[in-house]
């Protein structure tokens, strides 16, 4: 019986992947800072949850030995732990900052080593990270989000050449919109009241656009088929898209100048 290690298993597209991932007859480790609040996926067959903050290395460590104990090896892991801030990059402070990238892009790093030892000694292992259409494309009100994600891209994209000679696989998910918890509880948006006569209307622009866009979007559980899909093609592929906007501008980015695709957001959020 195969078994994954997801991150940020208490909600959104971590907690889809985990009931499928169970479903589908493998064993789950399924993470999160907080597993005395969960109360369904504990009740599944072959999941066990374990505390994990992405941020602090220590308990990186310690739910990865315990998942290893428990379960006895890893094939794959999930890296889905992250969240999204927006909002008006001037009122950003260096604390929003630094906890934006220490969970979405460090986070990400510190269990993508932790679990590269293992995969190598054994010989195989598949190392899923969950990034987003942002990490390729970009769009207004979402710059140190866009960072992180670009971040992801770039590590990931690299780190294949020197694990591939292990066996290890790489892969990216780039989800578009999608109707989790990023659009709600899980949002963080900046703004300061000072700028709101500057910012005010173009922030107001791109908000219904981007409210739309969620209410619109597909459910969690069409990207945890993409992730079950990653995690058991054998295949060399690196990237897999998933969702509107992602497969239509992706492929769009392709063809189109900075320029004209820059209008083409533009005239997409009227602004």
């Keep these: 019986m195969k ?3 997801i991150t940020g298993a208490s909600s959104g597209i971590g907690k889809a992947a985990a009931r499928l991932f169970a479903g589908r007859g493998w064993q789950v480790a399924a993470t999160m800072r907080n597993p005395a609040k969960e109360t369904e996926l504990g009740q599944l067959p072959n999941v066990r949850l374990y505390a994990l903050d992405v941020t602090n290395s220590e308990s990186v460590e310690t739910a990865f030995a315990a998942a290893l104990r428990d379960f006895g090896g890893l094939d794959a892991l999930v890296n889905n732990a992250g969240y999204g801030v927006d909002g008006v990059f001037e009122a950003m402070t260096d604390e929003t900052i630094i906890r934006q990238l220490d969970t979405n892009v460090l986070g990400l790093m510190r269990c993508t080593r932790a679990v590269i030892p ?13 990034a987003s259409v942002g990490g390729r494309v970009t769009f ?3 710059s140190i989000y866009h ?5 992801v891209e770039g590590f990931s994209e690299s780190l294949q050449y020197e694990l591939e000679p292990h066996g290890i696989r790489v ?5 578009g919109a999608i109707k989790t918890d990023f659009y709600d509880r899980s949002r963080e948006f900046i703004m300061r009241d000072d700028l709101r006569p500057a910012y005010g209307a173009f922030v107001q622009k791109v908000e219904k656009v981007s409210q739309d866009a969620g209410a619109k979007a597909v459910g969690p559980e069409s990207v945890a088929e ?3 899909r990653t995690a058991t093609d054998g295949s060399a ?3 897999y898209p998933i969702a509107y906007p992602a497969n239509l501008l992706l492929p769009l980015r392709r063809i189109t100048s900075d320029g004209l695709f820059r209008r083409i957001v533009k005239s997409s959020y009227k602004i």
């Design 118 to 130: 293992h995969f190598r000694q054994q010989g195989h292992g598949t190392i899923v990270q969950i």
């Design 3 to 5: 078994t994954v290690l």
């Design 147 to 151: 960072a992180t994600k670009w971040a």
């Design 226 to 228: 993409i992730i079950f």
């Design 237 to 239: 592929k690196l990237r």
């Design 171 to 175: 892969k990216i998910v780039e989800p």
């Design 140 to 142: 207004p009100l979402y």
